[in-house]
């Protein structure tokens, strides 16, 4: 019981400051529009120096966590972040419910934009903190999935250029993949769209963000 109320513990604690961080980005994103996607584009956040500092320093190195601004267009009102896993047949399988982000009918005068974070855990589990410019934010966690003792090493591909944004068309964000054996290839996140590139891999995740103009 005591370690898994350490355990518990430790991940309110991570996960409170991933909120704070993505928090302080957010604040930095209207002090800095440079940093700022560009208009119907998501694309990787450059972070500072001292937002670098404060990843590394809650265990959120660049292989485990990712913080990306989109500025979506104007007919955009829904961001949706799905997780799926490759399945035996090749097919990315749903493994969890997607995490949403929904602008009302009150908020007609705001565009969707803002920053999205992503961070990865050793059981698998993934945390998304989505943060939309005058709109507030949300937290959404994936399961964490049984541990593979057979698993030994891992890779991932995370979006690292600006992706133009179409509506209805899911865009990768990142693939992560878990193997057995002593060597792995890069990933490319293209691979996505063809996933019998990824046969053979034990485990592997993919995480895709759509833009809608409904749920």
């Given amino acids: 019981k005591n370690t898994m109320k350490k355990l518990n513990l430790k991940k309110l604690l991570s996960l409170t400051a991933a909120v704070a961080l993505t928090l302080s980005l957010a604040a930095c994103s209207s002090q800095e529009p440079d940093t700022a996607a560009q208009e119907n584009t998501i694309a990787p956040y450059t972070l500072t120096q001292r937002e670098r500092t404060l990843l590394d320093a809650f265990g959120h190195t660049?292989?485990?966590?990712?913080?990306?601004?989109?500025?979506?267009?104007?007919?955009?009102?829904?961001?949706?972040i799905q997780t799926?896993?490759?399945?035996?047949?090749?097919?990315?399988?749903?493994?969890?419910?997607?995490?949403?982000?929904?602008?009302?009918?009150d908020q007609a005068d705001l565009s969707l934009s803002?920053?999205?974070?992503l961070s990865r855990a050793d059981n698998y589990a993934l945390t998304f903190h989505i943060v939309c410019d005058?709109?507030?934010?949300?937290?959404?966690?994936?399961?964490?999935?049984?541990?593979?003792?057979?698993?030994?090493?891992?890779?991932?591909?995370?979006?690292?250029d600006p992706q133009t944004i179409q509506l209805d068309q899911p865009i990768p964000v990142a693939l992560?993949?878990?193997?057995?054996?002593?060597?792995?290839?890069?990933?490319?996140?293209?691979?996505?769209?063809?996933?019998?590139?990824?046969?053979?891999?034990?485990?592997?995740?993919?995480?895709?963000?759509?833009?809608?103009?409904?749920?």
């Fill in 134 to 160: 005058g709109a507030g934010g949300m937290t959404s966690q994936t399961d964490p999935l049984p541990p593979d003792p057979n698993t030994t090493m891992h890779t991932w591909a995370f979006l690292t």
């Fill in 176 to 215: 992560l993949a878990y193997g057995t054996g002593t060597s792995m290839s890069s990933l490319d996140l293209q691979s996505y769209f063809t996933p019998e590139d990824l046969a053979g891999l034990a485990l592997v995740q993919a995480v895709t963000v759509t833009f809608s103009e409904t749920l």
């Fill in 62 to 80: 660049e292989g485990t966590a990712q913080v990306l601004s989109f500025q979506a267009p104007v007919e955009a009102r829904c961001l949706t």
């Fill in 114 to 117: 803002g920053l999205f974070t």
């Fill in 84 to 105: 799926t896993q490759l399945g035996e047949n090749g097919q990315w399988e749903v493994v969890s419910a997607p995490a949403i982000a929904l602008l009302g009918e």
